[in-house]
């Protein structure tokens, strides 16, 4: 190794949050605070903690949580777009049902109409007819 390029080291003392307090080697040197340490880290002690020091959720949303309220506002406001954009088609085919419905109805009445007038002139047409083979029947039994 060269002399002189490389930094010193120092004895450094680290003092954790929870209490725990050690001494390691650093170019630091000094005193140093940690949040979390080998005796209160989930990962070496298997047990989940929640960790807020200084505030740093705070923090974030202090940060980002102007433009997460934005999106969710802005999605809040699609999804009504898309619900009334559904609500209107719905009440245009529901319209056009009912439009269909009364053209039918009204068929379905001029037919009803037509219907018992064709009756009539069938049976006004028959019933001369059997008038007449009435009428000669009569004649067969009187002679």
Do not use: W
Request: charged share 35%; net charge neutral.
């Amino acid at each position: 190794m060269r002399s002189g390029i490389h930094p010193d080291y120092k004895v450094t003392s680290y003092s954790c949050s929870c209490g725990n307090a050690f001494e390691s080697n650093s170019t630091k040197g000094g005193d140093v605070r940690v949040e979390l340490c080998n005796k209160c880290h989930p990962f070496f002690t298997g047990t989940q903690k929640f960790v807020d020091t200084g505030g740093r959720v705070q923090r974030f949303a202090d940060k980002f949580g102007a433009a997460a309220t934005a999106t969710l506002e802005k999605e809040k406001a699609a999804a009504e777009a898309r619900r009334s954009a559904a609500e209107k088609e719905a009440a245009e085919k529901a319209a056009v049902r009912e439009k269909r419905a009364a053209e039918k109805a009204a068929r379905a009445a001029e037919f009803d109409k037509a219907a018992p007038a064709k009756e009539e002139t069938s049976t006004t047409k028959d019933a001369p007819a059997e008038e007449a083979s009435d009428a000669a029947s009569e004649e067969t039994s009187a002679s």
